[in-house]
């Protein structure tokens, strides 16, 4: 399905929302701790981790999500975000080692995702553009270091969470991505496009045991949640996103999409009650 295209639609004028970073017009408690995310580099063996290494040093994608965290919620004590070489290419939190781990082969893997996805919605384009995608990558790395941020503050805050983490986390990386700038909304264009090329890949087969049971929603959920939420966040924003009369791309059923300004309140002011303690005063909704 051309969902990965029609999501783009989502990109309209910035508007002036600031939602989680709204914390700077509301009195909070003095933050807890002085921690932040520190970005390090372990030495990559192949020639696809160095080109990794290479494009995220570049992008300075673990740098910059490292600091659009720090100017907005506290951490008990510094935490690595570190880029290293994994078995499976899967970014992750580890309460074991207390560090987020970017991994080097995400990024040829995502690469990969949005090219696809690219040659399906263009065929007729022998080369998808190479500078989109790599905006994509950028946008979703973004996407899922927050996501894994977000199991790092469940854990170091002993954060109750009730139903899924991983919704969870993918919640409060929507509300970080969507209080952000223009920039940032984008960011969180591209991981829902990302959610929509591999359900796109995957679509007319049966998902099976494996993702049945897995711990996250499935990839077409995450697609229409992610998509959801970035909707109600800003209706008048994004309301090229809801498949209505004269917009019968836009990529929300009419019925969800009523819910997700609402739905979107909620993930709010729940992640704010959450953290309040640890927002920072002050911080801004955007760089
Ligand atoms: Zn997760």
Same mark, same amino acid.
């Given at each position: 399905?051309?969902?990965?295209? @029609?999501?783009?639609?989502?990109?309209?004028?910035?508007?002036? +929302?600031?939602? *989680?970073?709204?914390?700077?017009?509301?009195?909070?408690?003095?933050?807890?701790?002085?921690?932040?995310?520190?970005?390090?580099?372990?030495?990559?063996?192949?020639?696809?981790?160095?080109?990794?290494?290479?494009? *995220? @040093?570049?992008?300075?994608?673990?740098?910059?999500? +490292?600091?659009?965290?720090? /100017?907005?919620?506290? *951490?008990?004590?510094?935490?690595?975000?570190?880029?290293?070489?994994?078995?499976?290419?899967?970014?992750?939190?580890?309460?074991?080692?207390?560090?987020?781990?970017?991994?080097?082969?995400?990024?040829?893997?995502?690469?990969?995702?949005?090219?696809?996805?690219?040659?399906?919605?263009?065929? /007729? #384009?022998?080369?998808?553009?190479?500078?989109?995608? %790599?905006?994509?990558?950028?946008?979703?790395?973004?996407?899922?270091?927050?996501?894994? *941020?977000?199991? +790092?503050?469940?854990?170091?805050?002993?954060?109750?969470?009730?139903? @899924? #983490?991983?919704?969870?986390?993918?919640?409060?990386?929507?509300?970080?991505?969507?209080?952000?700038?223009?920039?940032?909304?984008?960011?969180?264009?591209?991981?829902?496009?990302?959610?929509?090329?591999?359900? +796109?890949?995957?679509?007319?087969?049966?998902?099976?045991?494996?993702?049945?049971?897995?711990?996250?929603?499935?990839?077409?959920?995450?697609?229409? %949640?992610? /998509?959801?939420?970035?909707?109600?966040?800003?209706?008048?924003?994004?309301?090229?996103?809801?498949?209505?009369?004269?917009?019968?791309?836009?990529?929300?059923?009419?019925?969800?999409?009523?819910?997700?300004?609402?739905?979107?309140?909620?993930?709010?002011?729940?992640?704010?009650?959450?953290?309040?303690?640890?927002?920072?005063?002050?911080?801004?909704?955007?760089?």
């Amino acid at each position: 399905m051309p969902a990965t295209a @029609r999501v783009r639609r989502l990109a309209l004028a910035l508007a002036s +929302a600031a939602l *989680l970073a709204g914390c700077a017009a509301t009195p909070t408690t003095p933050s807890r701790g002085t921690g932040k995310l520190i970005v390090g580099y372990e030495e990559p063996r192949t020639p696809e981790e160095r080109a990794a290494r290479a494009f *995220l @040093r570049e992008r300075r994608i673990l740098e910059d999500a +490292a600091a659009y965290a720090d /100017a907005r919620i506290a *951490l008990p004590h510094d935490v690595p975000l570190r880029a290293a070489r994994c078995e499976a290419p899967n970014p992750f939190w580890s309460k074991a080692t207390g560090r987020i781990t970017y991994c080097y082969g995400f990024v040829a893997d995502a690469r990969r995702v949005f090219a696809r996805a690219a040659a399906d919605d263009a065929p /007729a #384009e022998r080369t998808p553009a190479g500078d989109d995608i %790599d905006e994509d990558v950028v946008g979703l790395s973004h996407g899922v270091v927050f996501h894994e *941020l977000g199991h +790092a503050l469940v854990d170091l805050y002993d954060l109750p969470v009730t139903g @899924r #983490e991983e919704d969870a986390v993918d919640q409060l990386a929507v509300l970080l991505l969507a209080s952000g700038d223009e920039r940032h909304a984008d960011y969180a264009i591209s991981t829902v496009n990302a959610w929509g090329a591999l359900w +796109a890949a995957s679509e007319g087969g049966d998902p099976g045991v494996a993702a049945y049971s897995d711990v996250h929603s499935l990839d077409g959920q995450r697609f229409f %949640d992610w /998509a959801c939420w970035l909707y109600g966040s800003d209706p008048r924003r994004f309301a090229d996103a809801v498949d209505a009369e004269g917009n019968p791309d836009g990529v929300l059923p009419r019925d969800r999409a009523a819910l997700c300004p609402a739905e979107y309140r909620r993930i709010d002011s729940s992640w704010r009650t959450l953290l309040a303690p640890y927002l920072k005063r002050g911080g801004s909704p955007g760089p």
